[in-house]
């Protein structure tokens, strides 16, 4: 424990702190700020060999550290149930989850299928309301917990659909839709959950630079359109991930911490 009381607020030493889609560009940067602040973790991802190469990683820079990772279907309740009694059964608790499952397609509204549809918003919605149902039932026997949902820019306002060019990085409607629910799922959660003291915030991430968006008509468009005139760095979840999942932010609940640079204020 940290001498300094300020600091203090930002410990998670011994806490179980869960992320699922731990393999991904902010998954993984997630894992590694809990990891940093003494968190025990448990990754989940849908493939295994990217999970165990990231607890290696995770294992260097902690030495203590032994993630449990589980492999996950999110399309499957089946599967996502057995992973939470599989971490009650491993942690006995639960103490923090990091709801970090998303999805998205390329197919325009004119031409996207009904299948395509329902299957994006499984992902992003059904996924993410059956982790935070399993995680909430543990939540509610401990009589405490904290979950943080992973949102976006484009569930508070429309894609712009000028700043894509012909980069075929276009977001589509299933996914603005889908991360709309994902602000609505989080304060329906936190006013629901509040008297079991469990915490229900929300975090929306800007355009997060990665060389899978490196379209340079789609950066500057995006860039211009930002008035910090750049997209996310990938370190920069860490500090408000923190600050959510810590007591330093114990008297916030069904809040959304927009992360953006400005992007959805004008």
């Known amino acids: ?22 393999t991904g560009r902010l998954g993984r940067e997630m894992a ?33 550290s032994d993630a449990l990772v589980l492999s996950m279907d999110f399309q499957s309740e089946s599967e996502i149930e057995k992973a939470f009694s599989d971490i009650q059964s491993h942690f006995g608790r639960l103490d923090i989850l990091i ?14 299928s009904e299948v395509t549809w329902d299957q994006t918003l499984h ?23 904290n979950i943080i949902n992973i949102a976006s820019v484009y569930g508070l306002v429309a894609a712009d659909q000028r700043i894509y060019g012909d980069s075929g990085l276009n977001s589509s409607v299933a996914y603005g839709t889908g991360k709309a629910a994902v602000l609505q799922l989080t304060r329906y959660l936190a006013a629901y959950w509040a008297r079991h003291n469990i915490r229900v915030n929300a975090i929306t991430p800007g355009g997060v630079e990665d060389p899978t968006n490196a379209h340079t008509e789609f950066r500057q468009n995006y860039t211009g359109r930002t008035p ?33 640079g400005g992007f959805t204020i004008i």
Not at 2 to 17: C, D, K, R, W, Y
Not at 38 to 54: C, E, F, H, W
Not at 230 to 248: N, Q, T, Y
């Open 1 to 22: 424990m940290s001498s300094n009381p300020t600091a203090a607020l930002f410990e998670l030493n011994g806490q179980v702190a869960v992320v699922t889609g731990a």
């Open 123 to 145: 992902n992003i919605v059904t996924g993410m309301f059956l982790c935070c149902q399993k995680a909430g039932q543990l939540m509610t026997q401990q009589g405490k917990g």
């Open 99 to 112: 709801n970090n499952i998303t999805g998205n397609t390329a197919e325009p509204v004119e031409t996207l």
């Open 228 to 260: 910090m005139e750049r997209m996310m760095r990938r370190e920069e979840i860490r500090g408000p991930l923190i600050f959510l999942a810590s007591k330093a932010s114990s008297y916030v609940t069904g809040h959304n911490l927009v992360v953006d």
């Open 32 to 64: 590694f700020a809990l990891n940093d602040m003494g968190a025990n973790l448990v990754l989940i991802a849908r493939n295994k060999g990217p999970l165990q190469t990231l607890r290696s990683e995770l294992s260097t820079q902690r030495r203590e």
